[in-house]
């Protein structure tokens, strides 16, 4: 699976979208990108996927360049309980190994 | 909603004890999946499971066995358990077909002295 880079911290005031960046440029055609956060002291949740098409749930919209090379989580509107890690993961469809590096620990500040 | 439950949220061990991490899935997941996370290191896969009575080895799997006799459980072992072992656990499930995200309990946080 491809590997990611993510930064490691980022704030965002309560209220305005929170963009976290993830750059995977050695992702394959047949990878998807997956975003996951994990809230302290509990399990990883999942957010998001896609493919190359942007996608957008109840929870946040994903942006995927047009090379696929990199992509951005948003959360639209920022809540103090958005605070999280929040892991940006490339695999194939098939793959049941979802590798979680450091993550990007997100801070909303009221 | 799927619900995956570990029957401890913290646990604290001796050194050379036998423990037992127990997860249990209530949507017939066929795969199952343990992890450890470490500070500075992520989640890391110890075992995971496609189905009854079947496992494979993560990345980390020395020190470790695992046991799946029914589908919505899956139970990690430590057969003598060492300090280096300390650590946060995390089981997780999904279903087998597809692009399809894992589903994570809350984690059991052991501690081996």
């Known amino acids: 699976d491809a590997k990611t880079t993510q930064p490691p911290s980022m704030d965002c005031a309560e209220g305005r979208a929170a963009n976290l960046p993830c750059n995977h440029s050695?992702?394959?055609?047949?990878?998807?990108v997956y975003w996951y956060r994990q809230i302290h002291s509990q399990g990883p949740q999942y957010i998001i996927h896609?493919?190359?098409n942007n996608e957008t749930n109840e929870m946040a919209s994903l942006i995927i360049t047009e090379d696929r090379k990199s992509s951005t989580l948003i959360l639209p509107h920022a809540t103090l309980r958005d605070t999280a890690v929040y892991y940006c993961?490339?695999?194939?469809?098939?793959?049941?190994?979802?590798?979680f590096g450091e993550g990007t620990q997100l801070t909303v500040n009221p | 909603d799927v619900k995956v439950t570990q029957s401890s949220r913290y646990l604290v061990k001796r050194t050379g004890e036998k423990v037992f991490l127990e997860c249990v899935q209530d949507?017939?997941?066929?795969?199952m999946f343990w992890y450890r996370q470490d500070p500075g290191l992520g989640l890391r896969l110890i075992y995971f499971s496609y189905d009854v009575k079947m496992k494979e080895k993560g990345d980390i799997p020395e020190g470790y066995s695992v046991s799946r006799e029914k589908k919505e459980r899956f139970s990690l072992i430590l057969e003598s358990a060492s300090t280096n072992q300390t650590s946060m656990y995390l089981c997780?499930?999904?279903?087998?077909?597809?692009?399809?995200?894992?589903?994570f309990g809350p984690g059991t946080r052991l501690t081996v002295t």
């Open positions: 997780a499930s999904r279903t087998g077909q597809g692009v399809i995200e894992q589903y």
């Open positions: 050695t992702i394959s055609g047949n990878e998807y």
């Open positions: 949507m017939d997941h066929e795969n």
């Open positions: 896609g493919l190359k």
């Open positions: 993961i490339v695999s194939r469809a098939s793959g049941s190994r979802l590798t």
